[in-house]
């Protein structure tokens, strides 16, 4: 089964920048888009970002947009969220996660995906 990890969590102040990675193994051949999810206590998963198979295409959610940006390695196996003007309202735990399907259009809630990470704490103080 894939195998995702995150790293790159931890503290930033509000309007600092910080960077995630998430690195698949065990990816099958039908697993095309990988992804980010956050969720803070109390509430939903929330969709951040997603990437497809070669990186061509990405899709933001409303909260991130123009803040943060997705990237994909050329080896297909290792993604990145740059996370630039930081603010408070995006302390949470991201998820990294990938899914089977080849568009990544509409795919913004967690059941459209198939494999999930452990987490990676973001904390962002004002």
């Known amino acids: 089964q894939v195998h995702l990890i995150e790293s790159g969590g931890g503290e930033a102040q509000a309007g600092g920048s910080l960077r995630l990675s998430c690195a698949a193994s065990g990816m099958p051949y039908g697993t095309i888009a990988m992804g980010w999810f956050r969720q803070s206590p109390g509430k939903e998963r929330e969709f951040v970002a997603a990437?497809?198979?070669?990186?061509?295409?990405?899709l933001y959610g409303d909260s991130v947009k123009g803040r943060f940006f997705i990237s994909r390695d050329s080896g297909k196996n290792t993604i990145h969220l740059q996370m630039s003007s930081l603010k408070p309202e995006d302390t949470a735990i991201y998820y990294c996660t990938s899914a089977r399907f080849r568009y990544i259009s509409g795919r913004t809630t967690p059941g459209d995906y198939d494999a999930w990470g452990q987490g990676t704490q973001v904390t962002v103080s004002s």
């Open positions: 990437i497809d198979w070669a990186g061509g295409t990405q």
